[in-house]
Structure formats: C-alpha cells, structure tokens
C-alpha cells in the first residue's frame, strides 16, 4: 500500500513539474481600432447672383454637374474651385470694418457652400467688388467677420458650366491613314485625296495655299475650343446655322473606327470660330474659323 502510494506521489509530481515547466500562451493582442475616414469635402456650391454651379461626388468619388451628371465635367476644374473655397477660411478680417451692410454683405445671394463628408457645411457670402477686383466676403457663421476675397469663384460660376466640360479628342492623323475628305455644301460635294504626297480635289491639283493648309490641320488633330451647349434645344441648331449647315466635313480613314464628320455652322459673335457638332453627338461646340473656312467656302 505505501508503495502504491508513493508512486502516485511521484506520478503527481511528475505532472506538476511539466504543468510549471509549459509557457503559458500569451493573451491576444486587442484589436486596433479602426481609423476614422479623414473628412474631406463632398460637394460645392458657387453663385454670382444670377447663375449657380452645383458639384457633388458620385459613389466613386468622381466629381459630377448636381444639375446634369451626365456631363462631361472636369474634375480638376472643380478640385480647382475646391481649393479656392478652402482658402477662405484663412482669410484675415479687415482692421476696423463697419457692418456687414455697409459691404454689400446684407441679403446677399453671391456665395459659396461646401459640404463636407461629415453632413457639416460652410458658405460664405460675397458682398460689394472693390476697386482692385477683391470682393468683400464674409463666413454665414460669423457675418461680423469681414474680409477680401479674390472673386474667381463668382468669375467661373457666371462664365457657367460649359467652360469646365472634357472636349473630345480629334484624332491626329498620318498621310497613310487618309483615305479621303469629302465636303458637303448644300449638295455640292468635293473629295480631296493625297496622290504621291499632293493633296488634289476632284482628281485636280490643289495650288491654294489656304486649302493645303486646312487639309494639313485636318491631319494635325484641330482642337475643338469649347462647349457652346451640352443638351441643346430644338431650335439650337437652326440658330447656330447647323439646320442647314453650312457644310458637312468627313474625314475618312483607313480605320473606319477613327474616320469623323463635322458639321459646320454659322460664325460665333468674334467671328474667329464656328459652331460645330460631332459625328451624331447632338452637343454643339466652337472650332476655329481658319481651320474650316476654305473647305467650307465661306471664304467666297
């Protein structure tokens, strides 16, 4: 009996001393907590009294006209106008002001709101433009606080959207890669073709230098100047002399997929550029005139 029970004793020791001898496992490291998003500014708001620019960011955070975001916006015009409205915030009050009324600053409807991911908001409100161009600015939280603002934020909201849309792309365009250009006018139609490096018309030699050069910036990829109405109205294209148009110019490639038309209107008010549309693309746009008058004939 007492060397079973000395061999138990021995047993339990033994048990014990490889119980002591074990490392105990390490208690888990607390899971970090996750970092708040920064906050960053979700939408913009600029008026110059009489027109309003709406900006928001769509679910990709893409910046998108709030009005139509179907439109070809710029983003980096937008991110520029986010920046400007940014900077107001930094602004110095103006020693010893008078009133907000007294600026201009009363019932105003010049200003900017922008929005941020939070659901905060900020406007400032733009009152009386001083001589030097500034405008007299003032935080809604803080009307007391009177400051000189640049007014390029009230400068693009009254020049409009139009003025911040993507232009497409014409594309430039090697000798080999020109089957032909054929213009419309009215039902006269002449095709020009490249024969042994000279540009020739209705198989005839071309010696205007006004029209070689034109053939010449048709290859270089001219640039579309501007957007003149992104959605236009029915009427739109009769007025801007596109129903009829003045001409229909098609450049045809080698490869249909790069082959383009233009259809020529009438003269903007400069007369230095025409209005154009694009292929089927009912959007009409601001070409330059030299580009397309001796093709189109308006020249004579």
């Known amino acids: ?57 769509d679910d990709d955070g893409r910046w998108v006209w709030t009005d139509n975001p179907g439109f070809a916006l710029d983003g980096a015009c937008v991110d520029a106008l986010v920046d400007d409205a940014v900077a107001l915030d930094a602004l110095s009050p103006v020693p010893d002001a008078e009133g907000p009324e007294f600026y201009g600053l009363y019932d105003t409807r010049k200003y900017v709101t922008t929005g941020y991911s939070d659901g905060t908001s900020v406007t400032w409100r733009f009152g009386s433009r001083t001589d030097d161009g500034l405008y007299y600015a003032s935080p809604e939280s803080d009307p007391s606080r009177i400051c000189l603002a640049s007014g390029v934020l009230l400068e693009q909201a009254g020049q409009g959207i139009y003025v911040m849309a993507v232009l497409p792309e014409l594309p430039a365009l090697t000798e080999d890669q020109i089957q032909s250009v054929t213009v419309d006018r009215g039902g006269e139609t002449a095709k020009y073709t490249l024969y042994n490096d000279q540009w020739r018309k209705d198989s005839r030699d071309i010696t205007d230098p006004a029209e070689l050069q034109a053939l010449s910036d048709l290859l270089a990829a001219p640039a579309l100047l501007r957007c003149v109405d992104y959605a236009p109205p029915e009427d739109a294209a009769q007025i801007c002399g596109l129903n009829p148009p003045a001409a229909v110019v098609t450049v045809n490639c080698t490869d249909p997929d790069v082959t383009y038309t233009l259809t020529v209107g009438t003269y903007a008010e400069d007369g230095a550029a025409r209005f154009v549309t694009l292929g089927a693309d009912t959007t009409i746009y601001l070409m330059d005139a030299a580009v397309l008058d001796p093709l189109s004939g308006a020249n004579e």
Do not use: N, Y
């Not at 339990?12 to 490392?23: D, N, T």
């Open 1 to 57: 009996m007492k060397r079973i029970l000395w061999f138990f004793c021995a047993a339990l020791c033994l048990v014990l001393l490889c119980a002591c001898g074990k490392k105990q496992p390490k208690p888990a490291a607390p899971e970090p907590e996750p970092e708040p998003e920064p906050i960053r500014i979700e939408s913009l708001e600029c008026s110059d009294g009489e027109l309003t620019l709406r900006f928001h960011r």
